[in-house]
């Protein structure tokens, strides 16, 4: 794909509400005909780097639509199918989409009890402040390096959680009448969520295998 190709058929991969108002400045399409296709060459052609610094981001060593495709391409070329179910596991992945929304009460001996909105999803667990126009998202315990371990009891969920900035553990206590049923959602999510790190775990260890054998050769 070359920034020629897309002469005229800008608006197929740029923002709708872009063109809505009016026409986009030519010189400014010219740029962007070369960012998508810088995008495409790194999604369809460029390796992964395991620890290459230039990845970082905040709280992802690789941007998730990168991870599965790459990850993909791993078996198989993709294709429209592959493509649609990239993103579906995308979207699955994000806090607000796919997940299971209960109200709850954050309680502490020193404090009285906050009114909190859990989302829990196969990322993970997510709180959010109540409001009736928009949710806040106060933070977000993930299974692959936050959640630690979860009970239930009555009316009580208490979460073994990890702060990633500090390093430091808390149990985290909600009052529920769902707190069964957040028990049940979590362990089933972290089960799934084990088995995808084991497969990946195991394909990175034959791709550094298949390097080693590469370089000795």
């Not at 991969?13 to 009016?22: D, I, Q």
Request: contains cysteine; neutral net charge; proline residues 6%.
């Amino acid at each position: 794909m070359d920034p020629e190709d897309l002469e005229g058929k800008e608006s197929q991969y740029l923002p709708a509400a872009w063109f809505a108002s009016g026409e986009v400045p030519k010189p400014k399409l010219a740029d962007y005909r070369k960012k998508i296709c810088d995008k495409f060459h790194e999604l369809l052609v460029e390796e992964i780097v395991d620890g290459d610094p230039q990845l970082e981001l905040i709280g992802n060593a690789i941007p998730t639509v990168r991870r599965l495709l790459f990850d993909f391409r791993m078996e198989s070329d993709p294709n429209a199918y592959s493509i649609m179910g990239i993103v579906i596991d995308r979207v699955r992945r994000s806090p607000k989409c796919f997940a299971t929304q209960v109200m709850a009460h954050m309680w502490s001996q020193d404090k009285p009890p906050k009114p909190v909105v859990l989302q829990i999803n196969y990322a993970g667990l997510h709180l959010y402040a109540p409001s009736e126009d928009d949710q806040k998202l106060l933070c977000s315990f993930t299974y692959a390096d936050s959640l630690v371990s979860w009970d239930a009891l009555n009316d009580m969920l208490t979460v073994h959680v990890v702060h990633r900035p500090s390093k430091k553990s808390a149990r985290l206590h909600f009052l529920t009448r769902e707190s069964i049923q957040i028990k049940g959602l979590l362990s089933r999510y972290a089960a799934s969520v084990v088995q995808e790190l084991a497969k990946r775990e195991k394909e990175d260890g034959l791709r550094h295998a298949a390097r080693m054998r590469a370089l000795g050769s």
